[in-house]
């Protein structure tokens, strides 16, 4: 009687813990997948670009790629703005929501060696109007001169 209870209790054990398995397979198959969804404007990439599918738990890395006379302004992750991002990546770890990752890219003002900043195409002055001009010590000399003549010119 004995071992036909033994035998009894050894099968079902067997046959839970294979159900347990089975359970356990079942579910680790169909884990819970995330949507990451990065993006960028003109002036430099973030990559992988569009929407990433992502398991629950796992993690992605987003690579961000700065085109030459631009510079990156903010990067906003979830809707949360951060200026003054200077890692070329960016990791979401331990996934387990959605998320948006996007960056925003502006372009650098053009600067002389001088280290004056000087500005893109033309520029439209009215001869009513007075002009002040930023230049550097080295240049003070000139620039003085340069106002005479068009004080000048003015009048």
Known sequence: MIKKAVIAISIILVVLLSSVGFLYAADKSSNKTY?????SNN?????????????????ITFTITID????LEWLRTD?????????SSYTFDNIV???TIQAHFIKIKNTNNNGTTTSEGNQTVKKSNDIA??????FGFFHNIFLKIFNRLKS
């Open 35 to 39: 949507r990451v969804t990065a993006s």
């Open 43 to 59: 002036g430099g990439t973030i990559t992988p670009k569009g929407n990433q599918t992502v398991a629950s738990g796992d993690s």
């Open 68 to 71: 030459s006379g631009y510079e």
């Open 79 to 87: 809707n949360v703005k951060e200026k003054g991002f200077t890692a």
């Open 97 to 99: 929501k959605n998320h």
């Open 133 to 138: 001009f930023n230049t550097s010590k080295l």
